[in-house]
């Protein structure tokens, strides 16, 4: 499974990116406004940041506006991945972009029909929002096995980005489901090592060795 950061925070994607387990970055307006930054800018430094994917969302609604976008978007770097709603301007600036060798990443989907379209518009990523749809009552991890069933029936190649992941048990259910990719705050990433008996582990581990009055090297 591989592991996206859901930021535009630059800090904690650097941070994230030493550790060697950061396959790629997810943003979205919000996240691009909530770093204060300038979304070019922003972006461009993402990019440099990571080898992986780098996903920057098209704000326009309507399909030439997209691909207007896109044009300026794509050029930041060869990594960038280009965010489109799913919608159908979304899904046919999907179609025509994949068709030019350009990585896209449809997003804001909420049902498994709507990962079929985004399939056969072949994007490269869908995002599933799991905890938005749990939010409104529905189970964002059925959304997931339904989305997986499905793609595995056809041999789709999108792969499903679990999206809106809000706890380590996302990550946890969805890994189990097979889900190609997670993006989640750096704190769900972070969140994923700690156990307590591994604290306390160390600590007793750490007790012990004191006493030997030993050190190594
Ligand atoms: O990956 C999508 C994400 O940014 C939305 O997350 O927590 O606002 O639903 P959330």
New binding site residues.
């Given amino acids: 499974m591989k592991f996206f950061a859901?930021t535009a925070d630059t800090a904690d994607i650097a941070d994230l990116a030493a550790t060697g387990l950061l396959d790629g970055v997810?943003t979205?307006p919000?996240?691009i406004a909530k770093s204060g930054r300038d979304f070019i800018e922003v972006t461009r430094e993402i990019c440099g940041l990571v080898d992986g994917p780098v996903s920057a969302e098209v704000v326009a609604l309507d399909h030439a506006g997209m691909m207007r976008e896109a044009e300026i978007l794509r050029k930041i770097a060869s990594n960038v991945c280009i965010k489109v709603p799913l919608t159908l301007d979304g899904l046919k600036t999907c179609k025509a972009l994949t068709g030019e060798g350009t990585m896209v990443n449809v997003t804001l989907c909420f049902s498994a029909n709507q990962a079929l379209l985004a399939a056969k518009a072949g994007a490269t990523f869908v995002?599933p929002?799991v905890?938005?749809h749990d939010d409104n009552g529905y189970d964002g991890m059925e959304l997931i096995s339904d989305i997986r069933l499905i793609y595995d029936n056809y041999a789709f190649e999108t792969q499903i980005l679990v999206?809106?992941v809000?706890h380590v048990m996302h990550v946890y259910e969805a890994a189990k489901i097979g889900a190609d990719v997670m993006?989640a705050p750096p704190a769900v990433i972070r969140a994923l090592v700690k156990h307590v008996l591994t604290d306390k582990g160390i600590e007793g581990f750490m007790a012990d060795w004191a006493k030997t009055g030993q050190s190594i090297g």
């Fill in positions: 859901d997810t979205n919000s996240l995002s929002f905890g938005r999206a809106s809000r993006t």
